[in-house]
Nanobody
Framework: QVQLVESGGGLVEAGGSLRLSCAAS????????MGWFRQAPGKDREFVATIWRDGRIYYANFVKGRFTISRDNARNTVYLQMNSLKPEDTAVYYC????????????WGQGTQVTVSS
């Protein structure tokens, strides 16, 4: 069993920044992939960013140049730095991990709310 605990969400004005954290109960270096996803009201959950064990990083097109995913294996934590936030970034943000390079994610956090006011 792996526990993932997100934090760092909140209310911010458009153009502002937030840094989300995802603390894992197991060594992050053991995960094949860790990712951030988000779900806005009335919408499906969508991919935001992933970071792989070998260092590869992928972003959704709508966050490129604004968001940065990073990992601190010493702290077993993955971060999502979000800059130039827009009202459409408002959502619950979830982190997830996958032990294998393919297939569904194995564990999810409970989510943290991000609200961007215009």
């Amino acid at each position: 069993q792996v526990q993932l605990v997100e934090s760092g969400g909140g209310l911010v004005e458009a153009g502002g920044s937030l840094r989300l954290s995802c603390a894992a109960s197991r060594r992050t270096s053991s995960f094949a992939v860790m990712g951030w996803f988000r779900q806005a009201p009335g919408k499906d959950r969508e991919f935001v960013a992933t970071i792989w064990r070998d260092g590869r990083i992928y972003y959704a097109n709508f966050v490129k140049g604004r968001f940065t995913i990073s990992r601190d294996n010493a702290r077993n934590t993955v971060y999502l730095q979000m800059n130039s936030l827009k009202p459409e970034d408002t959502a619950v943000y979830y982190c997830a991990e996958r032990d294998r390079s393919t297939g569904p994610y194995d564990y999810w956090g409970q989510g943290t709310q991000v609200t961007v006011s215009s």
